[in-house]
C-alpha cells in the first residue's frame, strides 16, 4: 500500500508515534531530546513521516506538545506482563483511587477504571478522564447494580494494544466533554505480518489468584490494504479474605456481642418469668440480649426452654461475621475477539472496518445475609407457632405460652443454612466502526477521515441466596395462617433451619442494564501557510454523539411488599436484595472544533523554537443546552536543552445518564459512626446511648439510598499547567520534567460521602435531616443525594528523572516518577448558606478514598541483546486516618512495594520469554479504621502479596 509523504492522517500516523519515541522499556514523559542544532534543509525527494499527538489533532514533524503527556511503549506493556490494561494504568503515579479487581466486593463488581488526577465524581469513578481507541471514543460500561457513565478498560483486548499515551491535562475543546482531568489514548497495532502470540501464567505466594492470561494475533498486508485479527483471554482466580491476616477479621473492636448463626434474642415477657423461672432482665432489651448455647440443636422442652440460652457477652460470645465478603479479591473471566480490514479505494481514499466483541464473568462472594427481625417492622410470632420455643408447640401451657411482638421485640441470626450470597456478572460488548480516510483539494491539501461507529454493552446482574422477608414474614406466623398461604414452610429461628425451611426464605433476583453510543465525526486538517518556524496548521471537525443506558432491576425485588405491614406508612422491601427503580435515559450532542498550531518562531538566539497552540470548541447537549471551550499552549525551547511549556484550558461535562436519571436505589455505606459510643458529647450525638455502636447494626454498615438528579447543571472547569524538560548536552540521556497544575472545576456534579454528611450531622448539627436513627442511636437510613458543589480545587507537581546510557555492548535505564498532590479542595455549601472547605491531601479518613500528598514510582533496567533485567518500586506516601482510632492511632504510613522483571530474547528476534515476582518482601497493605471492616483501601493497596509470574512471546 502506498505511503502519502506529509499527507499521513491521524489514523496511519498514529503508528509512526510508537517509532518517534524510544522503544526502551518502562513509563515516560514525552520526549524532550534537544533539537538540532542545524537542521538540515527539506529534501523533496525525502519522505517526511508526520505524527499526531494525543492531544491535538494536526499532524506534526515532531512529537514536541505544549502539555505534559505521558507514553507507555509496547515494550512497556511486554515487560510488565498486566493481566489488563488496568493493572498497569492504576499503578501509575498520577492515577487515583480507581475501581479494580481489589475492589470486587466493593462497589466495582468486575468494573476496572482510570481516575486520573482523583477527579472521579463518584467512588473509583473515571468520569472526569476520558479514553479514547485510536482518538475514537469507547462506550460507557456495564455490569454492576445499574451501569455506568465511564469506560470500562476491561471491555478493552489487551491483544490489540500498541502503546498508550496519557495527557495529563484538560483537552475538553479538543475531544470535548468528560476531558477535565486529562486523556487516556490507547493506540492499536496495525504492523503486523504473521502471527504474534503471547502467554502469561502467575500465581502468589499462597496459591492463590492464580491467573491465566494471553492472545493470539495475526496480520496479513497486501498491496492495496491489510488485515488484523486478535483474540484475548483473562482467567483470574479470587483470594479468600480468611487467607489474609488483615482481612481475616474487623480490626475495629465490638462493644457488644453480635449476630452469629446462635442467634441474638431480645424477647418480651422473658424477663423475670415465673413458668420459666428466669432471672429479672433475661432478654429484655439489647445489652440483655440471649444467645443459643454452643452444641445445643433441640431446645429444652417447656419450662426448661430457656435453659438452651443465656446472655450474650464477649468475648465468649464473639463471632465473625466476614461483613465485607468472602473474597477479598473475586473471579473473574474475559475474552475479547477483534477484527480490522483495511483497503485503499484509491491513491487517495482508503476504508478501513473494525469490529469488537468482548466478554466479562465475575462474581463475588458474601456471608449470609444477617436476619434482622423486628417487631418495630410489624414482625411477630405467635403463641402456636410451630418452633416458637416459648410457645404451645413445645409443650407450654396455654396460659404460659408466650407470643413475640411490639417495638422491643428484635432476632438476630446468621442464616448459615441458606448459604453464602454470591453476586454474578455476565457482560457483552460489541462494536462495529466503519471509517474513511484520504486527501482532497480545496483552496488547499487537506487530509480528512470521517468515522461511525456504534457501540452496546449489555449485562445482566444475579443474585443468589438473599432472603425473601415476604416468606419469612408468612413462615413465623401461626400454623393456621402459614398453612393458608401457598408453599408456605414454618421456620424455626431458634433451632436449626431445615433444608426445607431455607429454599422456602431464599431469594434470586436477576437484573439487566446496559448502555449504548452511536458516534459519528469527520475531521480535516492542513497547513494553511509557512510562518518563520514552520508551517501554520489548522484542524477542524464535527462531532455527532447519542447516548443511551438503561437499568432493569428485578420486578420482584424492586416493587413493594404488600404482605408486611406498613412501617410509618412506607412500605417495606420484599427481598434483602437492595431494591432501585429502574432507569433509562437518553442524550444526544452535536459539537463542532478548530486548533491552531503555529510555530512562530525557530533557529534563531535565544530562540530555538517558539510555538503558540490555540483551540475551540462548541458543544451543544440537548439535555443542558450549549457551551464553548477554549485551550491556549505556548510551547518556547531558548536551546537546545531546555524546553519550556505552559497551557491554560476551559472544561465542561455535562451530567451523565447516570447522574441526571438514576432511579432511587438502596445501598449500603461502610462508615465509621462518630456517634459510636453516644458520640462523646458532640452537639448532633445527643441522645443517642452510650451503648450504640453501628457495628451491632446491618453488619456495620448502614443502609440508606442514592439517586439521580434531573435538576443538575453543567459543571465547567479551568486547567492551568506549566513546566520544562531540561536535557543538559553535557550528561547525553538524561532528562528532568516538572509540570505543575492547577484545576479548577465549578458547580461540580458530586455526592457528599457518608462519612462526610455524618461528621457534619455529629460536629455541627447540619445535613442531619440526611440522617434517620432509630432510638437506639442506629442508622436506619442515610441520604445521598447528587448535586452542583460550589467547585473542587486540585494542585500539584510531576516529575520525571530519566537517565539512559550505554554500558558494556547494553544499556541501563533509569527513570523516578513522582506525582505530589499539594491540594484537593472540595467546597462543600451548608444549609445556612455558608462554605466548608473539605481538604483532603493527605488523608485517608474515608472509605475507598485515599488522597498521599505524594506518590511515586522508580524503575531501574538493564537492556541488554538478550537479556533484559530490571527492578521498580512504587510508593504510596503515608495519610492521616480517623483520628484517634483503636487500630492505628489515625496515622497510616506510607508503603513500598518492590518489583523485579528478567527476560531473554532469543537470537531469532522473535521469541521472548521473562519471568517477574511483584511485591518481592510480600508487602501487605496498611490496616486502615476507615475501612472497616475490610480494613484497607481496595482501591489503592494490593492485598496479594507477594507474586510470581512467567511469560512468553512470539511472533511466526
Known sequence: ???????????????????????????????????????????????????????????????????????????????????????????????????????????????????????????????????????????????????????????????????????KDGASAIYGADAIAGVVNIHTKRKL???????????????????????????????????????????????????RELTRVALSPLTAAGTSPQGLYVLPGLSNNAYFGTPVGFASNAANAVTRNTGVTSIGASSAADNSFHTATLPGDYYNQQTQ?????????????????????????????????????????????????????????????????????????????????????????????????????????????????GTVSLWGDWNWDATLSYSKNKASFDQRNGVNFDNLYRAMTSPATCAAAPGCVPIDLFGTITPAMADYIRSYSHDTNGTSQTDFSVNATRNLMELQGGPLGIATGYEYRREMAFDSPDPFVSQPSTVLPLVSGVAQSTTSAAARNPTAGSYYLNEAYAELSAPLLANLPWVQKLELDAAVRYSRYSTVGGKATTKLGVLYRPFNSLLLRGTYSQGFRAPSILELYQGVKQTSFPVVDPCNGGGAGLPGCAGIPTSYNQSLYSSGTPRGVTSGNPDLKPESADTYSVGFTYAPEQLKGFSVTVDQFKIKIKDAIASQTATQILNACAQTGTFCNLVQRANTGE????????????????????????????????????????????HYKSYVPQPDGSIVVDERAGKADQPRSTFPHLKAQASLRYIGTGITAGWKARYIGPTADVPNNAVNGGNIPGTLYHDLQLSYNFSDGKTSIGMGIDNVFDKQPPASAANNPINFDMYTYDVRGRYFYTRVNTRF
Open 325 to 437: 465478603g468472602l473474597y477479598a479479591t473475586g473471579p473473574s473471566k474475559t475474552a475479547g475477539l477483534f477484527g480490522r480490514l483495511t483497503y485503499e479505494i484509491s491513491p487517495d481514499l482508503t476504508a478501513h472496518v473494525e469490529a469488537t466483541y468482548t466478554t466479562r464473568k465475575s462474581s463475588q462472594l458474601f456471608s449470609p445475609y444477617l436476619l434482622d427481625i423486628r417487631g418495630s417492622n410489624g414482625y411477630s410470632i405467635s403463641k402456636d407457632q410451630a418452633y416458637n420455643p416459648f410457645g404451645t408447640a413445645n409443650g407450654v401451657p396455654a396460659a404460659n405460652a408466650l407470643g413475640f411482638s411490639g417495638s422491643s421485640f428484635r432476632i438476630q441470626r446468621v442464616p448459615v443454612e441458606v448459604g453464602n450470597r454470591e453476586v454474578m456478572q455476565d457482560v457483552k460488548m460489541s462494536r462495529l466502526l466503519l471509517g474513511l480516510e
Open 193 to 243: 505480518d504473521g502471527f504474534e502470540a503471547n502467554m502469561r501464567l502467575g500465581t502468589s505466594s499462597r496459591n492463590d489468584d492464580e491467573n491465566y492470561n494471553g492472545f493470539l494475533n495475526w496480520g496479513k498486508r497486501f498491496e492495496k490494504g491489510s488485515v488484523f485479527l486478535s483474540g484475548s483471554m483473562n482467567d483470574s482466580r479470587p483470594i479468600l479474605s480468611a487467607d
Open 779 to 822: 442508622i436506619v437510613q442515610l441520604t445521598q443525594a447528587l448535586v452542583n458543589l460550589s467547585r473542587i480545587e486540585v494542585q500539584g507537581v510531576d516529575m520525571t528523572l530519566r537517565y539512559l546510557f550505554p554500558v558494556a555492548g547494553a544499556k541501563i535505564d533509569a527513570a523516578l516518577d513522582l506525582a505530589y498532590l499539594q
Open 1 to 167: 500500500m502506498k505511503m502519502k509523504n506529509r499527507k499521513a492522517i491521524a489514523a496511519r500516523s498514529a503508528v509512526a508515534l510508537s517509532l518517534a519515541v524510544t522503544h526502551f522499556a518502562h513509563a515516560q514523559e514525552a520526549p524532550a531530546a534537544p533539537a538540532s542544532a542545524a537542521p538540515a534543509k527539506d529534501d523533496a525527494s525525502a519522505p517526511v513521516q508526520q505524527v499526531v499527538m494525543t492531544g491535538s489533532r494536526i499532524a506534526r514533524r515532531d512529537t514536541e506538545t505544549s502539555g505534559p503527556m505521558l507514553t507507555l511503549t509496547k515494550d512497556d506493556l511486554k515487560f510488565a506482563a498486566p493481566t489488563s490494561l488496568g493493572d498497569i494504568m492504576q499503578s501509575l503515579p498520577n492515577t487515583g483511587v480507581s475501581l479494580n479487581s481489589n475492589g470486587t466486593q466493593g462497589t466495582s463488581y468486575g468494573v476496572s477504571s482510570i481516575n486520573l488526577r482523583y477527579l472521579g465524581s463518584a467512588e473509583g469513578s473515571g468520569n472526569r478522564t476520558l479514553v479514547l481507541v485510536d482518538g475514537h471514543r469507547w462506550v460507557n460500561a456495564a455490569g454492576g447494580r445499574g451501569f455506568r457513565d465511564f469506560t470500562d478498560l476491561n471491555t478493552i483486548p489487551l491483544g490489540i494494544i500498541d502503546s498508550v499515551e496519557v495527557l
